[in-house]
Structures are given as structure tokens and as C-alpha cells.
């Protein structure tokens, strides 16, 4: 699926990666990250990667920048697919932890409680990408249906809370 490109195609597409970078700001992504639900640690993580820079022929490419759109497109574009790799990431990370701590026999298991972590990480992303061409668009709805809902529940926390004082 991959395309080769000669390397003056390859200059030209990163150069149209660059313009489309360019029309987007370091404090849109950031705040995408953080309404995306991210933690402010990992948002931070990654709207680090927003600095890096790297010199093509010449030019300065903020390829941070374009890695971290294609990454954000490609969320976007396959929200089923993302969270059924996660689901299915931690699901074979418990059966893999699970397997390796039967005693004796876990360090023996090792190497199948592996395999099978990876098949059930798979698994997830294949039934997360058959939602994605069924329900097209649908993601979406899901994620704004989320941003809505955690942002009434932090509303109502801080009417709830505002005069609570901790000590």
C-alpha cells in the first residue's frame, strides 16, 4: 500500500506536509490533546515532539509537527481501530502479567504468554477496524458524546466542590 516516491516526490510531499503543519498552531494541538482526554503528562510528552525539527535540502521541516497531525488524523479517521488496539493491549498485557506468574511453569510460558498477548493486541485492532467501516462517522459522535459528557461531570465537581478545602 505504501507508495515509492523519487526523492524529488518525496520533497514535494513534505513540503505540502509542511504547509498544512504551518496552518495549524502548537496551542491547537495542545489543546486537541487535552480535549482529547490525554493527561497533561502525556499531552505535554507530545506537544514536545511539536519542536523537533529536522533540515531536508536545505529547508527547515517541523516534522514533530507533521508526525504529530498524520497521528492525530489518523486517530480521527480510525477511533474503533485505536481503542480496540488499546482495549486489546492491556487485556493481553493482564493474560501475559497472569501467565508469567503461575509458579514454576510461568517463566516456561513466557515466550506463548507473549505471542498470545500480541494475538489479542491484534485482535482488537482488527474488530476495532470492522467498527470503523461500519459505523463511519460514528467515532466522532462518540467522541464529542465523551468531551460533553466529562465536561458537565467537571463542571458539576467544581459547583460540588468549590468550597471543599483539603489539608
Known sequence: MSEK????????????????ADLVTSADLYAWLVDAGLSSDVAIRLHELIQKTK????????VGKIILIKIIEFVKAHPFLVMGAGIGAAVGAAVTSLIVSIPIFGQLLAPVATALGIVITVTGAVIGHNLDKKFKGVGQDIFEIAKSFFALLADVFNVVFRHVVTA
Do not use: I, T, Y
Open 5 to 20: 516516491f523519487l526523492p524529488a516526490q518525496a520533497e514535494l510531499k513534505l513540503a505540502l506536509w509542511q504547509a498544512d
Open 55 to 62: 533540515r531536508v535540502s536545505g529547508k527547515v521541516f517541523e
